[in-house]
């Protein structure tokens, strides 16, 4: 049997989120984030699911992370909640929330993971949302006063940082479509907030280059491949425009040239901040690295009834329990396109993965084979890229547990570990078992 082997020391890891698995969200003096605002308001979330419980990680961390250790994964993503850090979201800072965190740090080390911290996943403060949130200039500040406040807390023993996770998501899910928090409509704010993002991951990291001086930090971004539908010119520029919107072009073209990208630039003319170049310079702070997240491909072609001219095509492809299309070559492309376009130093896979309709089947076992040939699949495709020149440093698993999915509640389950809600039981599926295989190899067997 043949082996694609990995590089010596490439890093095989899990990722998490804050709000999806902590649960306790109010506990030893934490404020309110928006997410908990959201999810406890009427109709946001699927079946009025909220965050309050989640995984209990806030008191099983010991346990899960006994359960990477067992796994053999080599990092751990995993994110800090900013009002636990920072109640209000600026000024006093709570040493409970500290704590908290510093043990995850200390015992991971401990066991040989290398942690993997994300400064923001969406959980803003709420008393920052009160003053405008992302749309306010200044948030700016108030994300890099937090950044530094983690910094000088984490920033001896945590070597690898990411300021933002999906900041699309964060401008354009969550004020121009308002599926998630603070759940916004609102073209003009929504790239207000694109701009603002783009301000304070500048800004933290230029605070990053101060005080850790022995670390890496990037940004890390969701994507999708989108293929147009026909060779029409029209369908190739709809399948490009959405690629420099969706992708990290968006925010990758500022922080290497200096400018949105071209057709994004004619789009959003209008609806930008009006002197936004002004801050183009500052927003260019180099960075170590860029993190993909990647789930599915997309064909669109030309439809201008459709928002921004971009309709989506149907095809017959196996889909995931998101209704997502599984286009395993689509991770290769996204991969090739970062190195071709922007060239970063190092390139992390920071997600990927698949939610399914897992059942404890009665050998106690969950047997997610859907899964199995999902992570395959797409491991392969980062394999490859590899062999075509793409300085990938690791690859992250989404998700180490089922957890909180957003808008969807807990209705889908994206976990290599199943979680039984009602007694937070953790059974390890047959794809974590897998993946330990994985890891153990530094490889996949074909």
């Not at 992370?65 to 990092?75: H, R, S």
């Not at 072009?249 to 071209?262: R, S």
């Not at 039984?420 to 059974?427: A, E, H, L, S, V």
């Given at each position: 049997m043949s082996m694609k082997k990995f590089p010596e020391g490439f890093l095989w890891g899990v990722a998490t989120a804050s709000y999806q698995i902590e649960g306790s969200p109010l506990a030893d003096g934490a404020g309110m984030s928006i997410w908990h605002t959201f999810s406890h308001t009427p109709g946001n979330v699927k079946n009025g699911d909220t965050g309050d419980i989640a995984c209990?990680?806030?008191?099983?961390?010991?346990?899960?992370?006994?359960?990477?250790?067992?796994?053999?994964?080599?990092?751990?993503?995993?994110?800090?909640?900013?009002?636990?850090?920072?109640?209000?979201?600026?000024?006093?800072?709570?040493?409970k929330g500290i704590d908290f965190y510093s043990r995850i740090i200390d015992t991971l080390l401990e066991q040989g993971i290398t942690p993997f911290v994300t400064i923001y996943h969406w959980d803003l403060p709420f008393e920052l949302q009160l003053?405008?949130?992302?749309?306010?200039?200044?948030?700016?500040?108030?994300?890099?006063?937090?950044?530094r406040v983690l910094f000088e807390n984490f920033g001896d023993r945590v070597k690898h940082w990411i300021t933002l996770n999906e900041p699309w998501v964060v401008a354009i899910v969550g004020h121009l479509y308002g599926v998630h928090a603070p759940g916004m409509k609102d073209i003009y704010v929504a790239f207000h907030v694109v701009h603002n993002l783009l301000r304070a991951h500048a800004k933290s990291v230029k605070i990053f280059r101060e005080i850790v001086k022995d670390g890496k930090i990037g940004i890390v971004f969701n994507n999708g491949y989108f293929e147009p539908?026909?060779?029409?010119?029209?369908?190739?520029?709809?399948?490009?425009?959405?690629?420099?919107?969706?992708?990290?072009?968006?925010?990758?073209?500022?922080?290497?040239?200096?400018?949105?990208?071209?057709?994004?630039?004619?789009?959003?003319?209008e609806f930008l901040p009006k002197d936004?170049?002004?801050d183009m310079e500052e927003i260019q702070e180099r960075i170590n690295f860029v993190g993909i997240n990647y789930y599915s491909g997309h064909m669109v072609k030309y439809d201008p009834k459709s928002p921004g001219g971009v309709s989506f095509v149907e095809r017959d492809l196996p889909k995931t329990e998101m209704g997502w299309e599984v286009v395993p070559e689509g991770l290769y492309y996204i991969?090739?396109?970062?190195k071709d376009e922007y060239n970063p130093e190092e390139i992390y896979v920071t997600e990927n993965g698949a939610a399914y309709n897992d059942v404890?089947?009665?050998?106690?076992?969950?047997?997610?084979?859907?899964?199995?040939?999902?992570?395959?699949?797409?491991?392969?495709?980062?394999w490859k890229a590899l062999q075509d020149g793409v300085p990938l440093r690791g690859y992250f698993v989404w998700s180490l547990l089922d957890n909180f999915e957003w808008a969807e509640g807990y209705s889908k389950r994206f976990g290599i570990v199943y979680v039984?809600?009602?007694?937070?039981?953790?059974?390890?599926?047959?794809?974590?078992?897998?993946?330990?295989?994985?890891?153990?190899?530094?490889?996949l067997e074909d």
């Open positions: 209990d990680h806030y008191n099983r961390w010991k346990e899960d992370i006994e359960i990477m250790k067992e796994l053999g994964v080599k990092a751990y993503r995993f994110s800090i909640s900013w009002p636990r850090i920072l109640p209000e979201g600026t000024g006093r800072v709570n040493q003053k405008g949130g992302w749309a306010n200039r200044e948030v700016a500040d108030w994300f890099a006063e937090y950044s539908a026909s060779e029409k010119e029209e369908d190739v520029r709809t399948a490009e425009f959405a690629h420099q919107f969706t992708n990290y072009p968006l925010f990758l073209n500022p922080i290497y040239k200096g400018d949105y990208p071209e057709l994004v630039r004619e789009f959003a003319r936004y170049k002004k991969l090739k396109g970062v404890v089947s009665e050998d106690g076992k969950v047997h997610d084979q859907n899964r199995i040939d999902y992570l395959k699949a797409h491991i392969g495709q980062a039984d809600y009602q007694t937070q039981k953790r059974i390890i599926k047959d794809s974590g078992h897998w993946y330990a295989n994985v890891i153990k190899n530094n490889g």
